[in-house]
């Protein structure tokens, strides 16, 4: 799968326009699980995504982001949505997995 994305991209960025205000709510309410978070960047910019993964599952951030995935507001294929993660936070280091995992919990929440 071709990568559409760099280092410094946000995951703003893989969403629609439409559904950010919903995506940076999600995103502020993980931020008291994020190692390291600077709370001066924006939620809508953030690019990097280092769990607390002792006090949030990764099931949970899927999850949450399937709940926008379901309203249409991804612009990317799921597929590029699990490579951002596999690379942009350490939810998992396998994208197959993770990619999986994704389309598991998808169909569960469709």
Do not use: C
Not at 33 to 39: G, N, Q, S, Y
Not at 52 to 80: E, F, S
């Amino acid at each position: 799968m071709k990568t559409i994305f760099s280092a410094g991209t946000p995951l703003s960025a893989l969403f629609r326009i439409e559904h950010h205000k919903e995506l940076a709510d999600m995103i502020d309410s993980w931020r008291p699980f994020l190692i390291d978070d600077d709370p001066t960047v924006e939620a809508l910019k953030l690019n990097y995504f280092k769990f607390d993964r002792q006090r949030l599952r990764a099931k949970d951030v899927y999850l949450d982001l399937l709940a926008i995935v379901n309203k249409n507001g991804l612009k990317t294929p799921m597929g590029l949505l699990a490579q951002y993660l596999s690379t942009h936070s350490n939810l998992s280091v396998s994208y197959s997995s993770l990619y999986l995992q994704l389309r598991r919990l998808h169909a569960q929440t469709k």
